[in-house]
C-alpha cells in the first residue's frame, strides 16, 4: 500500500517531504507548484512544467520528494502555532477538480524531532 502524505519540519533540514503515493495521485509529475491558503489551512501540490516560473522541479528517491523550504516551514509553524522542535505528518488530503492534491493543516500530527520515513 502506498503511503499519502506530507511531512513537513521548521528545524534542519527544513524541508517539506511529499510522500510517492501522494504525488502518483496527480500523476507523478517532474515539476510541481506549492500552493497554500492561510486562512483555511491547507497546503496544495500541483503538476506543473518547466515553463512555469513558480514551478519546483523534484527528484524522486525510493519513498519521499524533499524540497528544501526554511522561510515557507517557518511561515506554516508560526501560522498553525507548531512546536518548532516537531515534524508533523499530514495523512488528511483530497483532490480537488483541477487535480491539485490538497492536505489539511489542521489535521497534522507531531511526531517529535525525529521521524523515519517508514514511520506511519
Same mark, same amino acid.
Given at each position: 500500500m502506498q503511503? +499519502?502524505?506530507?511531512?513537513?519540519?521548521?528545524?534542519? !533540514? &527544513?524541508? =517539506? /517531504? %511529499?510522500s +510517492?503515493?501522494?504525488?502518483?495521485?496527480?500523476?507523478? !509529475? &517532474?515539476? =510541481? /507548484? %506549492?500552493?497554500?491558503n492561510?486562512n483555511?489551512?491547507?497546503i496544495?501540490?500541483?503538476?506543473?512544467?518547466?515553463?512555469?516560473?513558480?514551478s519546483?522541479?523534484i527528484?524522486?528517491?525510493?519513498?519521499?520528494?524533499?524540497i528544501c523550504?526554511?522561510?515557507?516551514s517557518?511561515?506554516?509553524?508560526?501560522?498553525?502555532?507548531?512546536?518548532?522542535?516537531?515534524?508533523?505528518?499530514?495523512?488528511?488530503?483530497?483532490?480537488?477538480?483541477?487535480?491539485?492534491?490538497?492536505?489539511?493543516?489542521?489535521?497534522?500530527?507531531?511526531?517529535?524531532?525525529?521521524?523515519?520515513?517508514?514511520?506511519?
Amino acid at each position: 500500500m502506498q503511503r +499519502i502524505n506530507v511531512t513537513i519540519r521548521a528545524k534542519a !533540514p &527544513s524541508c =517539506i /517531504r %511529499i510522500s +510517492i503515493g501522494a504525488l502518483k495521485l496527480i500523476g507523478s !509529475p &517532474s515539476y =510541481i /507548484r %506549492i500552493l497554500f491558503n492561510p486562512n483555511t489551512k491547507e497546503i496544495g501540490f500541483q503538476a506543473s512544467s518547466r515553463e512555469d516560473t513558480k514551478s519546483l522541479k523534484i527528484v524522486y528517491n525510493k519513498f519521499y520528494v524533499f524540497i528544501c523550504t526554511k522561510m515557507f516551514s517557518n511561515r506554516i509553524f508560526d501560522l498553525c502555532k507548531w512546536d518548532v522542535n516537531g515534524t508533523y505528518r499530514i495523512k488528511d488530503c483530497y483532490i480537488t477538480p483541477e487535480n491539485i492534491l490538497m492536505f489539511k493543516l489542521d489535521s497534522a500530527k507531531n511526531y517529535g524531532r525525529y521521524l523515519n520515513c517508514l514511520d506511519d
